[in-house]
Structure formats: C-alpha cells, structure tokens
C-alpha cells in the first residue's frame, strides 16, 4: 500500500511517499535495505536487527518520491495488555535519516498505525508502549500532551502491573535485558559518533532530551534505552496532530 503522505513546500523539500509493509513481507533484501540505514544511524548488526523486526506486524517505510531512496522507517505491532477492553500499541525500531528529521515522519507514521488499529477495534482503549533511544525518545515525547516513564518498581494499581508485564514480554520477544531497579532495558544498539556528532549542543539541553538523561545518564555508550507509554487520549491525538501540521507546514530552512 502506498500513500503520498508530505507536502512538496520547496524544491529544497522533496515529498515523501509511504510504504506500508506487512509481517510477510519482510524479506531478506528488505530488510536489509532497512538495516542499511538503521546501522549507519545507531551501531547495530543484522542478525540482531532481523530478530527485532520479526516480533513487528508492520513497517512504515518513508521513500523519497523522486529517487526511492529511503529516508526513515518505523517498525510497528499491537500487544495485548492485561485491562478490559485494552490493547497496547507499541512501537519498534525508528530510524529517520537526518535531513528529513524534521518533517514529523514518526509523528504521521504513528497516527496512520492509530487509525489502523482504532478501525480494527473501535471500542478498544489503546495504549502506546516504546522502548526509545534518546532521538526517539525526544522526538516523541516532544508531540505529546502526557506521557510516563516505565518504572518497574511501581505498583499503583491494575494499570501499571499491565504495564510493566506487556514491557517485560516486549523485551523478551526481542533479546533485551531490563533492569529491575533502574528500568533501562539493555538492546546492545549503540549511538555512533558521527550521529552525535550532526547535533548541536543545545539539543542536548531540550527538556526532553535532559529529562532522558536523568533516566539513563550513560546513554551515549551504554546500549541502553529507556521505555515509556501514554495512552491516545484526546490530548495526546491532539497535540500530536497538531505537531504534525506544524512540521510538514514549516519552510525549508535556506542553505
């Protein structure tokens, strides 16, 4: 399936088109085509690679519409989650390439997932579960009205013990090892430094950015990322959707 989901606002902003990939075609040639561009991003190699991809049910893949190249891609599956009536929503692997960082492409790919999931099972309350580097991490949490971090010593209530199992059985699934007093998962997926090195200082400095880092202050070479979750509350699909108005509707920068 495939949707011209971005805006050609420039001939410095090339449009986008999305390509939406189900669980049986993950070929190795696809796959690859996609670890090509996750490692050069965070140090990763492929086997460690396919076995995450192949707990997903679906990819978005984000293709620039004049070449094909790929530019970004999201990995994406529905969890059960242990509420009435509840389903959890979780996000994979996301990787978008760093000229196109600021068009909100996660920020679409999430909503067209919601959409998806929320036509399948209408009367289903939906949360969302992700296990973030501190890109994605600031990436998403920037767009939202609410969002927790994953604590697996809290113990509120019905909620945050379906919770922290869904979070336990998504680490399995995918190799990764959490750590019960600090809730860091270990994904061995290290952050390069010709990735640190294409941010300036100051993204450093964005709440977001230091709120993951008080979490997980070894980020830059521990392996480690941090989980969190919100639920798709009206405030949440609010500021999302107009995040993404916001991004796809922002000018080119001038060179």
């Known amino acids: 399936m495939m949707l011209n989901l971005a ?23 696809r796959l690859r085509e996609l670890h090509a561009l996750s490692t050069a991003l965070m140090a990763e190699d492929f086997e460690h690679f396919r076995v ?3 707990t997903n049910d679906v990819v978005h893949v984000f293709r620039r519409a004049d070449t ?16 009435p009536r509840s389903l959890a929503i979780v996000g994979g692997k996301l990787r978008i390439a760093p000229a196109f960082r600021t068009r909100g ?24 579960l992700s296990i973030a580097s501190l890109f994605g991490f600031v990436a998403i949490t920037e767009a939202l009205a609410h969002y927790q971090i994953f604590d697996p010593g809290r113990r509120g ?24 007093e600090t809730g860091l998962f270990f994904v061995n997926i290290f952050m390069t430094e010709e990735t640190r090195s294409r941010y300036p ?29 919100f639920r798709f509350t009206r405030g949440n699909v609010l500021a999302m959707t107009r995040a993404i108005a916001t991004k796809l509707f922002r000018p080119a920068a001038p060179r």
């Not at 492409?105 to 969302?128: C, E, I, N, Q």
């Open 7 to 29: 805006l050609r606002l420039s001939p410095r902003r090339p449009a986008v088109r999305l390509e939406v990939l189900r669980r049986r075609d993950f070929t190795g040639p």
């Open 68 to 83: 094909g190249e790929i530019v970004g891609f999201q990995f994406w599956k529905t969890a059960p989650l242990a509420l």
């Open 52 to 54: 995450h991809a192949e």
């Open 157 to 180: 209530g019905d909620e945050d013990e379906a919770v922290r199992a869904a979070f336990i059985a998504l680490a399995r699934e995918s190799d990764f090892r959490v750590d019960e």
């Open 105 to 128: 492409l996660h920020l679409v790919s999430g909503l067209v997932f919601l959409l998806d999931t929320k036509r399948r099972a209408p009367r289903t309350r939906l949360y969302r």
């Open 201 to 229: 200082p100051r993204y450093f400095d964005r709440p977001a950015a230091l709120r993951y880092a008080a979490v997980n202050p070894g980020f830059r070479a521990n392996g480690c990322y941090v989980g969190f979750w």
